[in-house]
């Protein structure tokens, strides 16, 4: 499998997966400016959606979407437990933390990304952003993952999103357990190894 990424894009959540997963796989840097890769292909003709992440199946087929992606990855390895069991209510919860956090945290952070985002237009989202964390915290409090005990696909989201609050200037030191979270996260060995891989870590 090839996994198309930009470093600590949301395509790390993928990357984290394959770690986790301990799948065979190769990366490949897109940069999203010119849709050209690393080895000088071009992306649209790859993924017509010119964004990353995107997966490339060892038979050919392409996966995109970093929800419908970190969800094939768990099936492929379903002692590792890193998805509950396709059917179950317990998949449908981490579904939905999926949704949540792509279309409630993903969502609201591309102003801070985007240089034709008005200063009206940030306020607003961080002021969303900061809410939605505060439902976060509420969650993580007295459990060290999203869905309990054990880290799913839903944790690695997480975390990759979560992260980029450093990044544009969004204090979160006020949620001990999003920073508790955060820092647990982080210290995993698979984690680390994605991080590493992609030269974010100092």
């Known amino acids: 499998m090839k996994l198309y990424i930009k470093p600590g894009a949301c395509s790390l959540a993928s ?3 394959l770690e986790e997963a301990g799948l065979p796989y190769e990366t490949e840097i897109v940069d999203l400016a010119t849709k050209v890769t690393a080895t000088g292909a071009n992306y649209r003709l790859i993924n017509p959606k010119a964004y990353v992440p995107a997966l490339l199946l060892d038979d050919g087929e392409l996966l995109t979407e970093g929800p419908a992606i970190v969800q094939y990855l768990a099936d492929q390895v379903p002692a590792k437990a890193l998805a509950p069991a396709n ?5 449908y919860r981490l579904q939905a933390w999926l ?3 792509g279309t409630e945290l993903h969502r609201n952070f591309s102003p801070f990304f985007n240089p034709a985002a008005s200063d ?3 306020k607003a989202a ?9 439902y976060v ?4 409090e ?6 309990g005990d054990a880290f799913t696909v839903a944790d690695a989201y997480l975390f990759t999103v979560l992260s980029w609050a450093a990044y544009v200037k969004l204090d979160l030191s006020s949620f001990s357990a999003v920073t508790a979270y955060l820092q ?3 210290a995993r060995p698979a984690v680390q190894a994605a991080l590493k891989a992609e030269g974010l870590l100092g």
């Open 15 to 17: 990357h984290i997966v």
């Open 142 to 147: 007295g459990k060290p993952y999203l869905m």
């Open 87 to 91: 059917g179950t209510r317990e998949r």
């Open 99 to 101: 949704t949540f956090i």
């Open 120 to 122: 009206d237009w940030k």
């Open 137 to 140: 915290n509420e969650q993580l």
């Open 126 to 134: 961080g002021a969303s952003l900061m809410a939605r964390v505060g």
């Open 184 to 186: 647990r996260v982080a």
